[in-house]
Structure formats: C-alpha cells, structure tokens
C-alpha cells in the first residue's frame, strides 16, 4: 500500500524546529536575565527595575510558549491510502478508518489553511486533530468524494 502526505510540508518546520529553536534561545536569555545583578541595566534610563525587567523577559517567554503550543504544536502529519487516514506526531503514528471520521473544517489564517478533522469516536490522539493542508490535499478530496463531503 502506497501512502500519500496531504499534510503540508512545512509541517515539522512549524511543530518542532521552530518551536524548540525559539524556545532554546529566548529561553538562554531569559535565564541570563533572571540570573544577571544588571538586568536592569537592559532597559536604558534607569527607571526600571531588575524586578520589573525579570517579570517581563520571563512573561514574553511563558506567553511565547504557550502560543507555540496553542498554533504549532498540537499540528500532525496526515498521510493516506485507500481506506485509512495515517496521523503522526513525528514519534507514533495512528490508523484511523475513513468511516470514524465525523467531519472535516478547513480555515485560512494568513499563510496557513489548517484543516481539523473530528472523529466519532475518540483515538490515540483524541476525538480531533488538525494539520496544515498541502499541496495534495484537494486531490485528495476528488479521489475521495465521500470524505470531500464530510468537508465543512
């Protein structure tokens, strides 16, 4: 069985390499300011202090996380043949039937067009997931009309 990715490929770049790159360096950073006698000195003026600049250096790396976590890594892979629908989150992967799928929402925000699917039944990854649509992924839905319909 021949499988076909209708998950984009930017995928892994968003879900991991970003998220963890970003988090790496600003959180270096963050843990030199928390950790520095002159984090006041950051901020030119004088008027802030070491206190004020340490709640906000770690602020913009807790709201940073929790925004990776939010858009970006919750995303999975989609693959698919004949009659399942393949999920990974780059370490398990998951088969569901093309029956077990309720319905289908695809949205544009900006650059991205995440597609959610919800299962009738809850899997390994939940009762739904979401990737970002590729390039196949309308051929995808003229090769299968019946998950096509399913589309909201």
Known sequence: MKTQSISSGFTLFWKLVLPITWITFFGTFVGFILLSEDGAYLVSGGAVTPGVVRLLAFG???????????????????????????????FKTRRYPY??????????FFIFKPVTVYFKEAGFFGKKITFLSGKTFKDFLVQHPNVAALLQ
């Open 60 to 90: 913009f790396l807790a709201i940073g996380i929790l925004l990776f976590y939010l858009f970006f890594m919750r995303l999975k892979r989609v693959d698919v043949d004949e009659d399942f629908l393949y999920v990974t989150n780059y």
């Open 99 to 108: 029956h077990n799928i309720e319905k289908m929402t695809s949205n544009r």
